[in-house]
């Protein structure tokens, strides 16, 4: 019997890879390179599936002119908005994602921002890798303390949720806004804000968790980053579209 045709637009680790190789007959670019719009719909030609990456945008126009004969693509992510679902859902196409399978991990990266940035590693580990470092001044790599700040978090979704669990662990003060309040149970305290807007003018730190949306594009632009504190940190962990 043939294997399904399965068009891979990257690279994976060791077990994944085994699987692709032993379930599929895989399509991928060649020359080790992502996929142009040009190449992706021809090799979706007689395919029956697609795996993807956030990069590749699969608007409605990519629908309607993608083979008939995929049914199925799923994305490495959890966001879904590179994604035209709608476009999708017209040609019958599934769209497979990985809610809830990376929550930990981002919420880990983004306390990692947050605190490399307050505390000021990067340039520390440079002064150090430079061979640079000597006795310093007591106001050299002055960062901030975690305790007692505000941190805004723009999506209160399961990654926004769980960086606020970590945050609190600092002593960091939780302000959020989204467009749905969240039940007390789950808010655990955390001051909500209708308008996204209020939320910057608190945020002296602000951990971005919102779709990449028409609504979100630039949502940091210089007017909004205008009403941030003064020294403020910006962790992005969603969309680069966000800012």
């Known amino acids: 019997m043939n294997k399904p045709i399965l068009v891979v637009t990257s690279r994976f680790i060791t077990p994944v890879e085994a699987r692709i190789a032993n379930e599929y007959d895989v399509r991928r670019n060649s020359n080790g390179t992502a996929f142009t719009r040009d190449e992706l719909l021809a090799a979706s030609e007689g395919a029956d599936a697609m795996l993807i990456m956030p990069f590749d945008r699969l608007d409605a126009e990519f629908f309607r002119q993608v083979s008939p004969s995929v049914k199925v693509i799923s994305t490495y992510s959890v966001g ?3 994604i035209d679902i709608r476009a999708a859902a017209e040609r019958n196409i599934a769209i497979g994602y990985t809610p809830a399978e990376v929550t930990d991990a981002t919420a880990d990266i983004a306390m990692l921002l947050l605190l490399g940035a307050s505390r000021r590693a990067f340039e520390a580990q440079e002064v150090v890798r430079s061979s640079e470092w000597t006795m310093p001044r007591a106001s050299a790599l002055l960062g901030w303390q975690t305790t007692g700040k505000t941190l805004g978090i723009l999506g209160m979704g399961r990654i926004g949720q769980a960086v606020a669990r970590r945050a609190r662990a600092f002593g960091i003060k939780i302000h959020y806004s989204d ?20 939320l910057l003018k608190v945020s002296q730190f602000i951990s971005l968790h919102a779709p990449g949306t028409v609504e979100t594009h630039h949502f940091l632009n210089a007017k909004t980053i205008s009403l941030l504190p003064q020294g403020a940190v910006v962790v992005n962990t969603a969309r680069g579209g966000l800012i």
Request: hydrophobic share 25%; no cysteine; net charge negative.
């Open 179 to 198: 467009p749905y309040q969240l039940p007390e149970e789950k808010a655990y305290g955390a001051i909500f804000h209708s308008d996204p807007l209020d």
């Open 80 to 82: 879904t908005d590179h």
